[in-house]
Nanobody, 124 residues
Framework: QVQLVESGGGLVQAGGSLRLSCVGS????????VAWFRQAPGKEREFVAAMSWRLRATDYSDSVKGRFTLSRDNAKNTVYLQMDNLKPDDTATYYCAADFQGGGVVIQSAYEYWGQGTQVTVSS
């Protein structure tokens, strides 16, 4: 079993940057694909970025491609989402998710474990 704890959210002006962190518990965390999803008020939760387990291949939604970067530090059991050139439309609660030996897919139901979320607010 894996527990995920996100941090790093906050209030930032448009054009600014934030780095979200997600710490995973357990010795097998490195065997998990990881992903970030987000949910804005009144909207469905949507895919943001993912990294596959084996090849560490990354995938991004079109809305964040070129602005967000997903990375992981295996020694620290931590996944990062570097968010640059933030826009007001990026305002949402961001969730980290993990899928045991997964392919880093965009489908939410593939992910067994979820964090509690961290709020990101981008002002115009």
């Amino acid at each position: 079993q894996v527990q995920l704890v996100e941090s790093g959210g906050g209030l930032v002006q448009a054009g600014g940057s934030l780095r979200l962190s997600c710490v995973g518990s357990g010795r097998t965390f490195n065997s998990y694909a990881v992903a970030w999803f987000r949910q804005a008020p009144g909207k469905e939760r949507e895919f943001v970025a993912a990294m596959s387990w084996r090849l560490r291949a990354t995938d991004y939604s079109d809305s964040v491609k070129g602005r967000f970067t997903l990375s992981r530090d295996n020694a620290k059991n931590t996944v990062y989402l570097q968010m640059d050139n933030l826009k007001p439309d990026d305002t949402a609660t961001y969730y980290c998710a993990a899928d045991f030996q997964g392919g880093g897919v965009v489908i939410q139901s593939a992910y067994e474990y979820w964090g509690q979320g961290t709020q990101v607010t981008v002002s115009s």
